[in-house]
């Protein structure tokens, strides 16, 4: 399988003004293209509306097929390239809402994550808008190399990773918002994640200050033994594409083998704490 050239867009979104972020996004995705003739393009977390734009999300947030994704669909399909972003997601059958993630193949096909660990600490105030997903996950294939996709606290839980990694995910992207002071924890938590299941971590951060909080970027990719192979620029935005040797995958379970040792007991006594925990 040849290389998987993956654009990490970390840009900072226009707060509410989902016109103005669709435009980024395909603009982003035409000059990608043009520049580099890259295989896949990927966005901070809600970039489509703007990570800050608080109660806005009830008049923004759109169901799947809608018309801002719908575009960011046709230009994928037109320029022959694969894009995840972050957007507020409508479920217009529950009338809910979730922090999602749109995955968008080549040929405009849309799939979707949803944020599973929805932060009420802090300055965060997520909970307040959206629903935690409580169903299931999928792989994602990027010219058949396959991947999960995370959105930012979701890092936080090993459990997540693995689970996608024992599905059959050869990498794994988390788009982010996260703020200056919880970057540091972002940049260990990717190299850990990427060590213990053995497989490509991307992380990609939103950049910007909003309401008094920076958001400072730094996204990063991890090699599945943990060397960095990219650490994008503090403060600024920056477009950058990277090449992943998928071959690389293999020879690292190979040195390591940390999935040939995963041991049935380990997946028990984490269930039987778990149950501990919740009596």
Known sequence: MPDIKVTIAQL??????????????????????????TDIVVFPELFLIGYYSKDLIYKLAEPVDGPHI???AEASREYGVYTIFGFAEHDEKYDVFYNSAAFVSDNGDISVYRKIHIPDFSIFDEYRYFRKWDGGIELYGVKGFPIGIIICYDVFYPELSRAYTLLGAKAIVA??????????????????RAIEN????????????????GFAGGSRVAEPLGSILYDAPLIKENVKTVAIDT??????REKRPVLKDL?????????DSFHFLIR
């Open 12 to 37: 900072k979104p226009s707060i509410a003004n989902p016109d103005k972020n669709m435009n980024t996004i395909i603009d982003t995705i035409y000059n990608s293209v043009k520049k580099d003739d």
């Open 70 to 72: 719908t575009k960011i």
């Open 175 to 192: 788009i982010s918002a996260s703020p200056d002071f919880s970057r540091p924890l972002f940049h260990d938590m990717i190299k850990a």
């Open 198 to 213: 053995t497989i490509y971590y991307i992380w990609v951060n939103m950049v910007g200050t909003f309401d008094g909080v």
């Open 247 to 252: 071959q690389v995958v293999r020879a690292s």
């Open 263 to 271: 041991s049935l007991t380990d997946l028990n006594l984490l269930n």
